[in-house]
């Protein structure tokens, strides 16, 4: 990921959304001087709804709540009279995600996260975020002081890299441009004996009529998650 600032933060946020199997989400940063919280980027909301949480005031129950320190993890309708709660039935927000960003002890970001359709966030899902989080702060502060983008990309990819499930990067035809390192480990091939392949090359024969109508649905926009197995170089089901 390359970009201007705010091409990185939005990046950032569509990163963690996918690993988190998600639909939207917002990322926060914090104000050093006032503590104020101000929205920089955001996925999935209407915009009668961001217009609502572009800002919250460091004296705010929306900023205290945001910025315990700690990961939250609750249904919308237990939090929304705290964040926005005239817009609680017209979001159909279900399950959401408080992650705070830290670096050297401060809480320099926060983000956002929601379901409009999935009324838990999944456990294993939970370590993933808070994962990324973990090093998303070092990736935000360097970008805050105006680090290099090679910097920016390189911190991007530690995210990328860091996280256990299979995640690829493919072109409109479905074939393979890149993967995260699990993928390579876990599928036991090296990154060129998988680059411009197809990813239906990877799944069970027997699923292919599946694989190839959920990748189609990846491909236009309407799922970033395929459930279906994979076969690794010696067979294995993954």
């Known amino acids: 990921p390359t970009g201007s600032f705010k091409e990185v933060l939005d990046q950032l946020l569509d990163f963690t959304i996918q690993a988190g199997k998600l639909d939207s989400g917002a990322l926060y940063l914090t104000d050093k001087f006032t503590g104020e919280l101000n929205l920089v980027a955001h996925k999935g909301f209407s915009p009668g709804f961001v217009k609502k949480i572009r800002h919250f005031d460091a004296n705010s129950i929306t900023a205290k709540l945001f910025?315990?320190?700690y990961p939250i993890y609750k249904l919308y309708h237990e939090i929304s009279a705290l964040i926005c709660k005239e817009e609680q039935h017209n979001e159909k927000l279900e399950g959401?995600?408080?992650v705070p960003i830290r670096f050297e002890g401060n809480t320099i970001a926060v983000f956002f996260l929601a379901?409009?359709?999935?009324?838990?966030?999944?456990?294993?899902?939970?370590?993933?975020?808070?994962?990324?989080?973990?090093?998303?702060?070092?990736?935000?502060?360097?970008?805050?002081?105006?680090?290099?983008?090679?910097k920016d990309q390189f911190d991007l990819q530690l995210l990328f890299d860091s996280l256990q499930d299979l995640i690829f990067v493919i072109r409109t035809d479905g074939c393979i441009i890149h993967a995260n390192?699990?993928?390579?480990?876990?599928?036991?091939?090296?990154?060129?004996?998988?680059?411009?392949?197809?990813?239906?090359?990877?799944?069970?024969?027997?699923?292919?009529?599946?694989a190839a109508s959920m990748l189609r649905d990846i491909i236009d926009g309407e799922s970033s998650i395929s459930y279906i197995p994979m076969i690794?170089?010696?067979?294995?089901?993954?």
Request: hydrophobic residues 30%.
């Open 67 to 69: 910025t315990t320190g």
């Open 96 to 98: 959401t995600a408080i």
């Open 232 to 238: 690794s170089r010696a067979g294995e089901i993954i």
């Open 115 to 150: 379901s409009h359709s999935e009324y838990t966030i999944p456990v294993d899902v939970h370590g993933s975020l808070e994962s990324i989080s973990f090093q998303a702060g070092a990736t935000i502060e360097h970008i805050i002081r105006g680090r290099n983008d090679q």
């Open 181 to 210: 390192r699990s993928t390579y480990e876990r599928l036991r091939y090296h990154e060129p004996e998988l680059t411009g392949e197809n990813m239906l090359k990877l799944v069970p024969p027997s699923r292919t009529l599946e």
